[in-house]
């Protein structure tokens, strides 16, 4: 399915975009970095992805690596709102300690503080120990990887397999691609193969549904994938520290040097 016909099937209420903005519009939300891929959603691709994954996150925990759109916390408000069924749980890892405190504070503030949490955290470094095997959903957005054959969504998928449970456990994934760009079909083709050896399959995958904030290339478009684990491998990573041979061209052209974090005021903290 395409962007338009989504939309046309799709039927949004001017409450849902109510309270959707509470979260994208929020005074307090962070401004996105577009030195490290931080490119906000736009609302209507926003609330349609909201509604569409719903029924993946219902009942379950969830966890986000990388959450720059807030998918949690629009999820978090949503279900309070009784518009979504919400997650059992959600936590929510981020390099971005504003983000980090944006989630805890507006999580606070509209009333649903016991559904989630969040915690600073650089997918570079293997996933701590107490959140090892914990989650039964990932949900992630990683960076696009258009100069690195999609290189940093397998680094951030990787880290997802390290979060969740092994047997029957599965995934959300959104990640670029345009068929007729050659650079987004190179990164789909690695990643769903590096998804293949390591115990998943794609399940579903409805192309072409989100439009964001992006002055350069306004018509990108980028898809939702649906992704099973259907064999207990060992996460490929598990122990393993990402070197910067590794980590190239991870942001694309725009970040040299890969961060350790973003401060709280904003500034991109080397390693
Ligand atoms: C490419 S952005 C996702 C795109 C999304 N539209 C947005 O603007 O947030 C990736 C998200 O992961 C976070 N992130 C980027 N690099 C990271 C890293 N090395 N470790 C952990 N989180 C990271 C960013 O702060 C952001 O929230």
Sequence with gaps: MFYQDLHAYIRNTSEEYDVLAKITQHPGRPKPLRVVDQIYMLPGSQLNQAKLVSDYLRGRE???????DCMSLVTGILGKEKLVDPPAYMRVFDFDERIVKFVRDASQQFGFSDLIEA?????????PKAFFNQSDVFYTNPPYGSKNGGQSGIVFL??????CKSAGSYGVAILPFHHHKAWSRDAMYNIQQFLNQNGYV??????GMHRYHLDDEPELLSGTVIMDRVKALPPPYRKHIFKKEELRKFYGDSQKEFPDRIDENGIVVAQ
Excluded: I, Q, T, W
Excluded at 62 to 68: E, K, L, R, S
Excluded at 202 to 207: C, D
């Design 158 to 163: 990787a880290r997802c397999m390290e979060f």
């Design 62 to 68: 969830v966890v986000f690596v990388g959450d720059g």
């Design 119 to 127: 915690h600073y955290y650089n997918v570079r470094k293997p996933v």
């Design 202 to 207: 794609v399940s579903e995958m409805l192309r």
